[in-house]
């Protein structure tokens, strides 16, 4: 496999996993509408986030995450419910100065959500890392910075656009949309909580 086809290989990998709606995928969306701001300061934190994950799986630390499955699901639960009501009071006055102020810091919703999100792990230790071994298989070391720039570069094409539109659509529905949109994540995010807890019950 060449460089080229690799690059478009693990890109749409990345792309695939990205679009599927999820935890950040919400996230992009209530951040980026209450402001463009805060959007990116959530782009910013997943990326960070996944810096860290690639590191560990580079270094082989990924596999050792699979003995703390319960740990992570059980922090991930705990994160969503934090977002859930942070997303519900935003709703409840999008365009209050304070509520903003409150909402806390957007880097760390993105950075602690991407660190904290099992799914997203287990994807990564198990796809990601056997689409990396095919890399490795026939670029050699690097396949490592190819994986990297691509999952990275689909994380800013994906969830930049989710941040955009949701920005953008604010402004031309107007604060209602932000609200929808906060109370719609806030639901979002509690569902995801209470899977992540069911699958802690059948553990």
């Known amino acids: 496999m060449q460089l080229l086809d690799y690059l478009l290989y693990a890109s749409l990998a990345c792309i695939v996993i990205f679009l599927v709606p999820g935890p950040l995928f919400f996230l ?19 990326l960070l986030g996944e810096v860290i994950l690639l590191t560990a799986l580079f ?42 102020m409150n909402a806390g810091n957007p880097a760390l919703k993105g950075f602690t959500l ?11 230790i198990s796809v990601g890392s056997a689409v990396l ?9 690097a396949a490592y910075w190819v994986f990297a720039f691509a999952m990275l570069s689909s994380t800013l094409l994906v969830k930049g656009l ?7 659509s604010r402004v031309i529905l107007g604060q209602r949309f932000a609200s929808a949109l906060a109370i719609a994540s806030g639901t979002a995010f509690l569902v ?3 899977l992540l807890l069911a699958e802690l019950m059948d553990l």
């Open 133 to 141: 071994d095919r890399g490795v298989g026939s670029l050699g070391g």
């Open 192 to 194: 995801f909580a209470a």
């Open 59 to 100: 270094i082989g630390f990924a596999a050792i995450l699979r003995v703390f499955t319960f740990f992570l699901k059980l922090l991930g639960a705990a994160v969503l419910v934090s977002l859930a009501v942070s997303a519900w009071m935003g709703a409840a006055k999008p365009g209050d100065k304070v509520t903003r």
């Open 28 to 46: 992009s969306l209530s951040e980026g509408a209450l402001s463009l701001r805060r959007g990116l300061g959530v782009l910013i934190g997943i």
């Open 114 to 124: 991407t660190l904290a999100n099992p799914p997203f792990i287990i994807w990564l």
């Open 162 to 168: 989710l941040v955009t539109s949701a920005h953008y």
